[in-house]
């Protein structure tokens, strides 16, 4: 097998998603499914190689929209940056409709540290979650 060979998959999405995929594919200049689809993975995989792969000091965001309507999970976002107050600097809440809230996190110190409080913040409710990590040495 080629490292170069095109493989084609299969893959169960909603309606809607793949409608807005489509839509906004488009709006960015892809006429081809294909390739915005490879475009997405390779962006997925850029930026969560930091997770398994940065080490030492690093400084950056971690930025969620989450649905403020989701029981306990502002409190439960408080209690999760307060476990982390040593690398949590400061924290960003901006209301963008009724339903849904953008959290801007800023975070300096140890990598793993920063990992572990990016993977604890994938709790219910999280609709979607961003990490801009960039070293401070």
Known sequence: MSENEV???SVSLPRKLL???DETSKEVGYNDRSKAIRAAMHSFITESKWMHEKKGSVAGVLAMVYDHHTKGLDD?????????????????????????????????GDSEEIKDLSKELT????KQQKQIIMTTS
């Open 7 to 9: 493989i084609r998959i």
């Open 123 to 126: 709790v219910r409710g999280i």
């Open 76 to 108: 439960m976002l408080t209690d999760i940056q307060h476990h982390h107050e040593d690398i949590v600097r400061s924290m960003m809440h901006i209301h963008l409709d009724k339903t849904n809230c953008l959290q801007i996190i800023a975070v300096k």
């Open 19 to 21: 409608d807005e995929f």
